[in-house]
């Protein structure tokens, strides 16, 4: 993520296009009064409660088998799993940046802004402190309002960077800690394993995480425009079908192949994910189509940025 693009510069004057003040009013004011103390208790609960709780349940089960075991073993344990869950916590974190930076492109890019440059806040034309620009807690550590004016800031935002932490972090548990759990039928009982991710890592499902991420990307930023009620920019879509052009020539096994799996083409083939590609595209469109006219009751010409989605997401 861009951290000087987080936007709670941009959030002051969205709240016309996205949500009303009255949308959220309980959860808004919980958090906007409580946002610190929610903060600081998110922080020990990560880093110091969760690996805290699993070193003491491995320490148990050792002493419940007969090990004689000391104060040393447990700080072992402890050290393990704090490394571990800092790890896994940048998965969710960069999810979090992810939707930080959807916040700026669904606000800038509809008004014809630039992505570059920092935020600033339109009440005040403060510019935005790094600290100000951390995801979720950056929100809730300043209670919803700008640091310098006070000027409350949507929680559109917040909502959106929580949801998109969630998305992208299940979505790396899954695919790279999980050994692309979703995309192959498990071959063995051990399937999730964070010391085997960092020790081996496999291409392969970082290329997917990378690919799936891509495709949430454009879905959460079209909604998000939709929720302003604000025409799609074309460039969402120009940036999505050259990702999944350039992926298909470039990456023959973009598209997960298995031992059981019928393939509509050779695998050993330098464009082995063209033509599954392209079905899906067609069928994807052809979808959309059908959604569009019997569902919306519309044609797809008045909408066509659903159809669009619905054939990269085919």
């Not at 805290?52 to 799993?81: C, M, N, P, R």
């Not at 000027?151 to 998305?167: P, W």
């Not at 970082?206 to 920019?233: K, N, W």
């Amino acid at each position: 993520m861009n951290t000087t693009d987080n936007q709670p510069s941009e959030n002051l004057i969205s709240d016309d296009d996205s949500l009303k003040p009255d949308d959220t009013p309980i959860k808004s004011h919980f958090f906007r009064r409580h946002g610190r103390k929610i903060a600081g208790a998110l922080v020990l609960l990560i880093f110091i409660g969760t690996p805290l709780l699993l070193a003491t349940i491995k320490f148990l089960e050792k002493l419940q088998i007969g090990h004689d075991l000391g104060v040393a073993f447990f700080l072992e344990q402890f050290s393990k799993y704090f490394l571990m869950t800092a790890g896994i916590f940048w998965f969710f974190f960069f999810g979090a940046s992810f939707g930080s930076f959807l916040n700026v492109i669904a606000w800038r890019l509809p008004r014809g802004g630039t992505l570059l440059g920092s935020s600033y806040c339109e009440s005040c034309n403060t510019k935005l402190k790094m600290r100000d620009n951390f995801p979720i807690f950056g929100w809730l550590w300043l209670r919803g309002k700008c640091r310098t004016c006070e000027v409350e800031i949507s929680g559109r935002y917040l909502i959106v960077e929580v949801i998109s932490a969630i998305a992208i972090g299940t979505l790396a548990l899954v695919e790279m800690i999980g050994a692309g759990a979703n995309l192959f039928q498990p071959t063995n009982s051990v399937m999730f394993s964070f010391q085997r991710f960092v020790i081996s890592p496999e291409p392969r499902f970082i290329g997917y995480f990378l690919m799936h991420s891509c495709l949430i990307f454009i879905l959460m930023t079209t909604g998000l425009v939709s929720l302003q009620q604000q025409r799609i920019p074309r460039n969402i879509f120009y940036f999505g079908f050259f990702i999944s052009i350039i992926t298909a020539i470039c990456w023959p096994l973009a598209i997960p192949f298995t031992h059981t799996h019928q393939e509509t083409t050779s695998i050993n083939s330098m464009f082995a994910s063209v033509l599954p590609m392209l079905c899906g595209l067609v069928s994807g469109g052809i979808l959309g189509i059908l959604s569009t006219h019997l569902l919306m009751r519309k044609n797809f010409r008045e909408v066509p940025e659903f159809t669009i989605l619905m054939a990269l997401t085919g």
